[in-house]
């Protein structure tokens, strides 16, 4: 199963951890290798936005960038 992630921007998508298999076919449909998912929810790796957007797609999603004030 697919969720967004709680976390402050930037918002990564998060697989529930029981269900590597979504994890993998994420991967697949997106392109890149499971590690590569696994890293960015970690948080060990920051994806690009090449990479948000091949995840975007596998989802039938599209990506947006906001900025918004600090404070």
């Known amino acids: 199963m ?3 992630s709680p976390r402050p921007i930037p918002h990564y998508l998060i697989v529930d951890p029981r269900d590597a298999t979504c994890e993998a076919e994420l991967a697949e449909r997106a392109g890149t290798g499971q590690a590569v998912i696994s890293r960015i929810e970690s948080g060990k ?3 690009t936005l090449a990479v948000l ?8 999603c599209k990506v947006i960038l906001d900025f918004a004030p600090r404070g």
């Open 2 to 4: 697919f969720r967004w």
């Open 53 to 60: 957007e091949r995840l975007a797609a596998a989802l039938d």
């Open 45 to 47: 790796l920051t994806p």
